[in-house]
């Protein structure tokens, strides 16, 4: 049985952004499914998301995120700053 532990309401999107998971690593693209005040839903086609790293929204604005949980080319986050 599915058990929502979401501390706040998430809205379904289709943003694209690109997450940088360090100083000086080349951003990458994504997509952005759902989004909360406490975090984000993302499809990312490769297979290496770090543990901390930067969402940057098509708008320029950045957001740091700790990896939540991961299913295929799925994950979660939610931001820790």
């Known amino acids: 049985m599915f058990v929502n532990r979401r501390k706040t309401e998430r809205r379904s999107c289709r943003r694209i952004a690109k997450i940088q998971s360090g100083a000086g690593s080349l951003p990458r693209d994504c997509t952005i499914t759902d989004i909360s005040k406490g ?3 993302v499809v990312a086609e490769y297979l290496e998301i770090p543990a ?5 929204f098509s708008t320029g604005d950045s957001r740091q995120c700790r990896l939540a949980w991961r299913i295929g080319c799925e994950f979660g986050a939610e931001f820790v700053d």
């Open 39 to 41: 975090g984000v839903k």
């Open 52 to 56: 901390l790293f930067t969402i940057i």
